[in-house]
């Protein structure tokens, strides 16, 4: 099993920026994602879920309305939107398989300008 992200990077306040994590090792389409950041200081925290279908996702109230949740089960790949980001969105990203508990290796998000 591999999840490997990509995007990330240094972003003014107000950008935006797209996270992709690949999978592969494992059958995409029928297992649950989830997004995670872990800021500095603080408590890694959850972000999102996308249904195996993509037919459903939930969102954190943190960045409900911000962020948004995709897959593309035909190639394997999840991403990440964010829009209108803050410098407290500074943080490492994550993706998961949850049932799996397998993470990605994560990466940077830096707000600042």
């Known amino acids: 099993v591999q999840l490997v992200q990509s995007g990330g990077g240094l972003v003014r306040p107000g950008g935006s920026l797209t996270l992709s994590c690949a999978g592969s090792g494992f059958t995409f389409e029928d297992f649950g994602l989830s997004w995670y950041r872990r800021a500095p200081g603080k408590a890694r925290e959850w972000l999102g879920l996308?249904?195996?279908?993509?037919?459903?996702?939930n969102y954190s109230d943190s960045v409900k309305g911000r962020f948004t949740i995709s897959r593309d089960n035909a190639k394997n790949m999840l991403y990440l939107q964010l829009n209108n980001l803050r410098p407290e969105d500074t943080a490492v990203y994550y993706c998961?398989?949850?049932?799996?508990?397998?993470w990605g290796q994560g990466t940077q998000v830096t707000v600042g300008s």
């Open positions: 998961k398989i949850p049932t799996l508990e397998f």
């Open positions: 996308i249904y195996s279908s993509g037919d459903q996702i």
